[in-house]
């Protein structure tokens, strides 16, 4: 798979997020896209009539009982009768909607392309409900009748990770620590905390051997996107050039079998994300990425479960299967460390409104690599790029995105 | 007054600015920050067809285990599939001994809504002889939880009481 036309290439102009919390009872989906997507025009210094296309992200139409929200997105934020398209791959379904508006615009179908996504995860059904909806994204004939349910199809993966490799508990104990910590230098996080590995461990057992803190939490929240050719940017962007210029360098997506069960012997197994070391191989290989842990100076990873972070930075290449843990302790991806990890604090700390997710994973390598972080949470530029992953299922779907800074 | 007119009226409150220190000029949105939460049933039941599938549960009825394999490459896929993914052969079906092996598990102390299932519980993927695939279930009768240990030998057991779904004639326990 290669890039056709090198001359053809794609910015990010902008990005906004709403604030993440555990209920948004002061709007639904249509506001909080509104708040997200009025930071990014204004972000990215262009009008909502110049732009050209919009792409819808969000997962599950149970949520917010609503069919085809994106038509009401999109004409919310006066964008009819332009053309509007919806992406939708579970959790990876903002990583998906960023490499659609690539795809979109490398095509010559549109040069400017703004992308949306909400999800409507909050406290109106009670969350043993939100975890049903949830699980009817695995297989509902043949996992969900046996009481399958996601935090359980986790956990059966990391007791193999365990196994495997020894990965102790406290190791990705260790991860929500970090996760949270970062949190609380985003004011738009839900869940900032200051907390310790015997907090996490200590916390209630949910499914051994995650425990509560271990878990992501379900958010409302919206992010979005503005993407656009150089010479779309030069015309309609009072910002261009007078920001740091970021441009989509690489994109790569993966998938596996919907069920676990069905996944290959020795790899991936039920340990590993095969889609992901696919996504990666096809990103890396676009943007030149040789070496991640060097080539990158950030790198958003889902972490919907501590353990998944762990998996996720061995199938990512950041090093070999089975060393995420003792990493992890020597506080490699630490803010500070060789290469920072969820600085916006993840899943765990920032939230997972699974259709903004990975939205707003590229609103934080954004203002990373801008350096517009918050100072105790802005990263050091030697590499000027950064990288995000988004994973949806059990890793039945996986994109990775690459942003890299051009000065 | 009038809102009593309303039957699946929940309440009425006023709905805090959740980025108040994010605006310079105030609250952008005060203007709209009385709120109504109201309750909105909805109900969906299916006549669910499960098709090519329908033999490996009518034999589970019968105690037998049966998985599919391909005629062409060998492989037998212990959750049956009429179509083998690797070689797009159409598989026929193949009866297992219902013997196994526990590849991985996890134990739950809290359960999604819909599954009428005693916590804690125990979920499993199970390398069942014969099969080169996993199969997915609950392990019951294990007696304490430490016994529980990847590698154990476990077995296909057989319900003799009313299910609600054909899935659940089978389970998993050691064996
Ligand atoms: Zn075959």
Wanted: proline share 5%; hydrophobic share 40%.
């Amino acid at each position: 798979m290669e890039v056709m036309d090198r001359k053809r290439r794609v910015f990010v102009l902008g990005g906004g997020v709403s604030k993440f919390a555990a209920e948004r009872a002061d709007g639904n989906m249509r506001d909080w896209i509104n708040e997200a997507v009025l930071e990014a025009l204004a972000d990215a210094g262009v009008r909502i009539e110049d732009i050209e296309h919009s792409t819808t992200s969000y997962f599950s139409d149970h949520f917010d009982k609503q069919l085809k929200a994106g038509a009401i997105f999109h004409d919310n934020i006066g964008m009819c009768p332009k053309p509007n398209v919806r992406v939708e791959g579970g959790g990876a379904t903002g990583g998906l909607a960023i490499r659609n508006a690539y795809a979109y615009i490398m095509s010559g179908l549109c040069d400017s392309m703004i992308v949306f996504g909400a999800e409507n995860m909050g406290r109106h059904v009670p969350s043993d409900v939100a975890q049903q909806f949830i699980a009817l994204a695995s297989d509902t004939d043949w996992e969900v009748q046996v009481a399958g349910f996601y935090i359980a199809y986790y956990a059966m993966m990391m007791v193999a990770h365990m196994e495997r490799y020894g990965t102790k508990e406290e190791q990705f104990a260790l991860v929500s620590v970090k996760n949270h910590r970062n949190a609380m230098y985003n004011p738009k996080a839900h869940y900032p905390m200051d907390i310790t590995v015997e907090d996490v461990m200590k916390s209630r057992m949910i499914t051994y051997p995650y425990k509560l803190l271990d878990n992501c939490l379900l958010s409302d929240g919206a992010a979005c996107l503005i993407f656009a050719t150089e010479e779309w940017a030069k015309k309609h962007s009072a910002y261009w050039e007078k920001k740091p210029t970021i441009e989509v360098t690489g994109t790569g997506c993966g998938t596996d079998f919907m069920r676990m069960a069905d996944r290959p012997f020795p790899y991936p197994g039920i340990t590993h994300f095969r889609g992901k070391r696919t996504a990666a191989e096809q990103a890396y290989r676009m943007a030149g990425v040789k070496n991640p842990r060097e080539d990158f100076d950030c790198f958003e990873v889902h972490d919907a479960y501590s353990g998944v972070e762990l998996v996720s930075y061995e199938d990512l290449g950041f090093c070999k299967e089975g060393e995420s843990g003792p990493l992890a302790e020597r506080g490699v991806f630490d803010l500070g460390g060789e290469l920072p990890t969820n600085t916006s604090g993840g899943l765990i700390g920032f939230g997972h409104p699974v259709g903004a997710t990975g939205l707003a994973q590229g609103v934080e390598v954004l203002r990373q690599l801008r350096q517009e972080a918050h100072p105790k949470r802005q990263v050091e530029l030697n590499a000027k790029r950064g990288g995000m992953d988004s994973h949806g299922g059990t890793g039945t779907f996986c994109v990775v995105n690459i942003f890299e800074r051009r000065d | 007054m009038g809102l009593e007119l309303v039957e699946n009226l929940l309440e009425v409150f006023t709905a805090e600015d959740p980025m108040a220190f994010d605006h310079p000029q105030g609250d952008p949105w005060s203007d709209f920050r009385e709120i109504m939460r109201v309750e909105w049933k909805v109900e969906f039941k299916y006549r669910h067809v499960l098709g090519k599938y329908s033999k490996f549960f009518i034999e589970l009825a019968n105690h037998r285990f049966l998985a599919t394999e391909c005629g062409n490459c060998g492989k037998v896929w212990a959750i049956p599939r009429p179509l083998c993914p690797d070689c797009l052969h159409v598989t026929t079906w193949k009866e297992l001994p219902g013997t196994g092996t526990l590849e991985s598990f996890s134990v739950s102390y809290f359960v999604p809504a819909f599954m009428k299932v005693e916590t804690p519980y125990v979920l499993a993927m199970v390398k069942l002889d014969g099969a080169d695939t996993l199969f997915t279930h609950q392990l019951r009768n294990y007696g304490d939880l430490e016994k529980i240990k990847v590698g154990m030998p476990v077995k296909v057991a057989y319900t003799v009481e009313k299910v609600s779904h054909p899935m659940l004639l089978m389970w998993f326990e050691p064996a």
